[in-house]
T-cell receptor, first 110, second 111 residues
Framework: AQRVTQPEKLLSVFKGAPVELKCNYS??????LFWYVQYSRQRLQLLLR??SRESIKGFTADLNKGETSFHLKKPFAQEEDSAMYYC????????????FGTGTRLTIIP | DAGITQSPRHKVTETGTPVTLRCHQT?????MYWYRQDPGHGLRLIHY???????DKGEVSDGYSVSRSKTEDFLLTLESATSSQTSVYFC??????????FGDGTRLSIL
């Protein structure tokens, strides 16, 4: 069975400090990993997709297959980064369904 | 933003009543999904559809049914609502091999 674990429910970081949101997964195969962000009472928005290897809003994430992790990082936190962040996994072979982690609420302290 | 409209946006109803939530898309995407969002659980898949009249169960499908008679519409029905179905419901759409995009959500309260 596939599973996504986000060990931190809440994370507070000072403005300008580095941010790391942890995500670990279990999947027997080659998964596709995503980060979604949800600002207060808004729709989920795609932040990152591991195969695109982009940097969006200063965030990056690297898939580490050895550690089965896909941690989200940003070198300098900004107040507008305060939001709920979800890590999600999709299986390979045309399996498009997403399995989400329980989410991490990030608060940036001014 | 992807052309996804969920209706209603808010609904309060009583236990035992039927409820239907609608997801309408203008993107002509083949895949559509219904999730529920609950504190401590993240988002969990209820049902999904890979095309017209092609639907299947997700992780938490008990008490829910779906229908998809047109590409653009995906309906989620609670036949007899229970308080445990109080939640925020999100619809998502995707094209094959592409990420899912989400609607604004429906906040459903069952008293």
């Amino acid at each position: 069975a596939q599973r996504v674990t986000q060990p931190e429910k809440l994370l507070s970081v000072f403005k300008g400090a580095p941010v790391e949101l942890k995500c670990n997964y279990s999947y027997s195969g080659s998964p596709e990993l995503f980060w979604y962000v949800q600002y207060s009472r808004q729709r989920l928005q795609l932040l990152l997709r591991h195969i695109s290897r982009e940097s969006i809003k200063g965030f990056t994430a690297d898939l580490n297959k050895g550690e089965t992790s896909f941690h989200l990082k940003k070198p300098f936190a900004q107040e507008e980064d305060s939001a709920m962040y979800y890590c999600a996994l999709s299986g390979s072979g045309g399996n498009e369904k997403l399995t989400f982690g329980t989410g991490t609420r990030l608060t940036i302290i001014p | 933003d992807a052309g996804i409209t969920q209706s209603p946006r808010h609904k309060v109803t009583e236990t035992g009543t039927p409820v239907t939530l609608r997801c309408h898309q203008t993107e002509n995407h083949r895949y559509m999904y219904w999730y529920r969002q609950d504190p401590g659980h993240g988002l969990r898949l209820i049902h999904y559809s890979y095309g017209v009249k092609d639907t299947d169960k997700g992780e938490v499908s008990d008490g829910y049914s779906v229908s998809r008679s047109k590409t653009e519409d995906f309906l989620l029905t609670l036949e007899s609502a229970t308080s445990s179905q109080t939640s925020v419901y999100f619809c998502a759409i995707s094209a094959p091999g592409q990420p899912q995009h989400f609607g604004d959500g429906t906040r459903l309260s069952i008293l």
